[in-house]
Nanobody
Framework: QLVESGGGSVLPGGSLRLSCKAS????????LAWIRQVSGKNREGVAR????????GYGDPVKGRFTISRDNAKNTVYLQMNSLKPEDTGIYYC???????????????????WGQGTQVTVS
């Protein structure tokens, strides 16, 4: 089970940090990702990392502004969002796949576990 928190409303240029806590240990090799649903658009990949690896990946709209990280001891993945823009408004989901990120890409169907989502509003 994945539970997101940290969403809210913020002014453009502001920051938020989202958290995604897993109910169990996340094995090495799992892909952990943040995927968002922006109004009127398909879900899009925001950030991802493979547990136990240092490589991270980001969607083009957020590169240089968002950072994904993981606290192994807390079974928690974070998304630090800086320089937020109105177009970042949406529902942010945490997702996990049993394969490394290089194997799953941003394909929604490849992620077996999803959180309930947390709303981020930038205005």
């Amino acid at each position: 089970q994945l539970v997101e928190s940290g969403g809210g409303s913020v002014l453009p240029g502001g920051s938020l940090r989202l958290s995604c806590k897993a109910s169990a240990y996340i094995p090495v090799g799992y892909c952990l990702a943040w995927i968002r649903q922006v109004s009127g658009k398909n879900r899009e990949g925001v950030a991802r990392l493979t547990a136990g690896w240092t490589v991270t990946g980001y969607g083009d709209p957020v590169k240089g502004r968002f950072t994904i990280s993981r606290d192994n001891a807390k079974n928690t993945v974070y998304l630090q969002m800086n320089s937020l823009k109105p177009e970042d408004t949406g529902i942010y989901y945490c997702a996990a796949a049993r394969k490394a990120c290089g194997s799953v890409g941003w394909i929604e169907g490849s992620f077996e576990h999803w959180g309930q989502g947390t709303q981020v509003t930038v205005s």
